[in-house]
């Protein structure tokens, strides 16, 4: 019994610098729910001043956003949520930190439900509650086996080269396709593109950290703000068909499967978690996602 202890114990590790970067990315997530639920109700009015949004916010539509003092409050609450959580970054891995925005979806829930006056329903409690277990499970596990791992150029270009071929085809997708989206589509898109933000975001505070700054990390730069860009316009279509709460849960549900994915099969920080680990890690990562699809079908708004 000592004896499987002992390896059991070896099997885990854990960093103390954790114990910053956890609480900075669980003061990010607060500023999540507040930016989502100011940007949502910026773009409701503006969607209500002029035409229904219809195949992605058009230009105009876009310059009323920067005129609602709400949309602009909630950019700052989002701008401060990405300070702390790109502080985060410097303190613990993709892994543990990620996931931690999923405080965000619990927070929004609430306050949604009030402004909304929309109480939320039985199935959608179930959903929020499958997406924040599957994350809290998958935090768990990460917490005690993820390690940083050094990112080589060919690691860096690996991921340049993945991130190419996503905003390609979702650039496509959106040209000839955007009149058949609905908000999920749009979720899932700002996740999987804020995935690789964070990713990059990771990359170049570590390269700048060493004072590695060098071409490839401009294109990293480049990458990154291409994404945020696509992301944060998608985000805002997202809130234009769906429910604040539902978009949070999308983004704290994808992001870090996206960027826990890179994490786990580019970067390797997971590359010490032994056999339970992973199956814990697939586990936990169905439960949440099925919790988004849940709470996009059972949600009380769109049943009104």
């Not at 960093?15 to 930016?35: C, E, K, M, N, Y």
């Not at 990390?217 to 992301?231: E, P, Q, R, W």
Request: glycine share 8%; with cysteine.
């Amino acid at each position: 019994m000592t004896t499987d202890l002992t390896n059991l114990a070896a099997e885990i590790t854990i960093d103390p610098r954790q114990a910053i970067g956890i609480p900075l990315a669980l003061i990010g997530a607060v500023f999540l729910s507040l930016g989502a639920q100011f940007q949502h109700r910026g773009v409701s009015k503006v969607e209500a001043t002029t035409a229904q949004v219809s195949g992605g916010l058009n230009p105009r539509q876009l310059m009323l956003l920067l005129a609602r003092p709400s949309w602009v409050f909630g950019t700052l609450m989002l701008g401060l949520a990405v300070v702390f959580q790109l502080t985060s970054l410097a303190f613990a891995p993709l892994l543990v930190v990620q996931p931690l925005g999923a405080v965000a979806l619990v927070m929004t829930a609430i306050l949604n439900a009030r402004v909304s006056k929309v109480p939320l329903n039985r199935a959608s409690k179930i959903a929020i509650a499958m997406c924040v277990g599957g994350v809290g499970l998958f935090v768990t596990v990460a917490a005690f086996t993820a390690v940083d791992k050094p990112v080589t150029d060919s690691d860096l270009i690996t991921i340049l080269a993945v991130l190419f071929v996503v905003l390609t085809g979702f650039a496509l997708a959106f040209i000839f396709f955007r009149n058949r989206f609905q908000a999920i589509f749009y979720i899932l898109g700002a996740g999987v593109l804020y995935g690789f933000v964070a990713t990059l975001a990771k990359v170049v505070i570590n390269r700048v950290r060493f004072s590695n700054f060098e071409w490839l990390t401009v294109l990293c730069l480049l990458g990154l703000l291409l994404a945020a860009v696509l992301g944060a316009y998608f985000v805002q279509n997202a809130y234009a068909s769906g429910p604040p709460d539902l978009v949070i849960a999308g983004l704290t549900v994808v992001d870090p499967l996206v960027a826990v994915g890179i994490g786990i099969i580019v970067l390797g920080e997971a590359s010490q978690a032994p056999a339970w680990a992973a199956v814990a890690f697939v586990i936990a990562g169905a439960i949440a996602i099925w919790g988004v699809f849940r709470l996009a079908r059972y949600h009380p708004q769109f049943e009104r």
